[in-house]
């Protein structure tokens, strides 16, 4: 399953093909969208934002379109005439004069004003985006110490979409490795250095992950690559001291640590 990262850069590749482009062909494969589609004609894709795996397409005519790729859905980027070979059912197509954007698969899909964006029950019951650039430590702190998170174990709480949106199994084994920290511990618990560490990687993690692509080669960018601590490095030395990385089973998902030093 994609995690925040890998939806983030997604947007930006739909954002660089037709942001700012007067729209010249609106589809939706939904009746109850089919009415919006004259509409939208000539208005520009203003921006696409992220609120964890929901995608927030926004319009010149202050519409969005808000859709949830959920297990099947995927967008893609063709350019405008092409018709691609897919065995995917089409939901929305996007087209300018030379670059169309494509959702095959998707159900969970709507056009709202902006008191429907306000009211929307997934929006409402989402965290902020780890990618949300004014995302801060000290807010993550917050929302860490508040009554409603600061009891639960960082095993569930980090895949618990109201908490942080754009989190997921690789990125929690890898914040908790970043922070030495066990699946079990609660943040209530925690001493100011481990929890000032925890809200650092809270953050850190998933913003290097999508500055750096999710690469594995480093000779790739200036800089240092993402790499894997411990996810998917089951039986490997913990390159920080050395104690041989194990894997269990969390929330029904893999997970990996080092026993040496988180603790």
């Not at 914040?175 to 809270?202: G, M, P």
Request: charged share 25%.
């Amino acid at each position: 399953m994609p995690e925040g990262p890998e939806i983030r850069r997604a947007a930006d590749q739909l954002e660089q093909a037709i942001v700012g482009k007067p729209l010249t062909d609106v589809w939706f494969a939904f009746p109850a969208l089919k009415t919006y589609e004259p509409a939208l004609v000539g208005e520009t894709v203003c921006a696409i934002e992220t609120r964890g795996k929901a995608l927030l397409t926004h319009f010149s005519n202050h519409l969005t379109l808000y859709s949830h790729n959920q297990l099947y859905g995927v967008w893609r980027v063709i350019d405008t005439g092409q018709e691609p070979e897919t065995q995917r059912v089409l939901r929305v197509r996007l087209a300018t004069a030379d670059r169309t954007i494509l959702l095959y698969s998707a159900s969970d899909i709507e056009l709202l004003d902006a008191e429907g964006l306000a009211h929307h029950p997934f929006l409402l019951r989402v965290g902020p985006d780890v990618l949300d650039m004014t995302l801060t430590e000290q807010a993550v702190r917050e929302r860490l110490l508040s009554t409603r998170f600061a009891r639960r174990q960082l095993s569930g709480l980090l895949l618990d979409q109201a908490f942080l949106a754009g989190l997921g199994n690789y990125l929690r084994a890898e914040i908790l490795w970043e922070a030495q920290l066990l699946s079990t511990h609660k943040a209530q618990n925690l001493s100011e250095d481990r929890l000032n560490a925890l809200c650092h990687a809270l953050l850190a993690i998933p913003r290097h992950s999508y500055r750096m692509r999710g690469t594995m080669d480093e000779s790739r960018h200036h800089g240092a690559a993402f790499r894997f601590k411990v996810f998917h490095r089951t039986g490997q030395p913990c390159e920080r001291c050395g104690t041989t990385i194990e894997r269990s089973v969390l929330s029904s998902r893999p997970f990996y640590w080092c026993p040496g030093c988180q603790k």
